[in-house]
Nanobody, 125 residues
């Protein structure tokens, strides 16, 4: 089965940290770029971060820059999103997607695998 599975979310206080994981299976993981996206109820899905297959082009949205860090461990077929200094506005369901770099950057289909069930991140004060 070609899929990605997100995990690591939870409930934290403002200023807390979480590490999200995106575990991939069913495709050649290290060939593809991986992106993290999030969506809050009633809001548009937004790109949070992405990383190329080479790991040389990490990207973080301005809203999370300096607080979040994306990384990948190709040996484990997993991409991580380290989330520090969390804020209430970070509350959302977080999803990952794998695809060509241009598609991940654009946040557009087609992807090799995408979304899964997502993982809920809730930040309270």
């Amino acid at each position: 089965q070609v899929q990605v599975v997100e995990s690591g979310g939870g409930l934290v206080q403002t200023g807390g940290s979480l590490r999200l994981s995106c575990a991939a299976s069913g495709f050649t993981f290290d060939y593809w770029a991986i992106g993290w996206f999030r969506q809050a109820p009633g809001k548009e899905r937004e790109s949070v971060s992405h990383i190329s297959s080479s790991r040389n082009s990490p990207y973080h949205a301005d809203s999370v820059k300096g607080r979040f860090a994306i990384s990948r461990d190709n040996a484990k077929d997993t991409v991580y999103l380290q989330m520090n200094n969390l804020k209430p506005e970070d509350t959302a369901i977080y999803y990952c997607a794998a695809g060509s770099y241009v598609n991940v950057v654009a946040g557009s289909e087609p992807y090799i695998a995408s979304w899964g069930q997502g993982t809920q991140v809730t930040v309270s004060s």
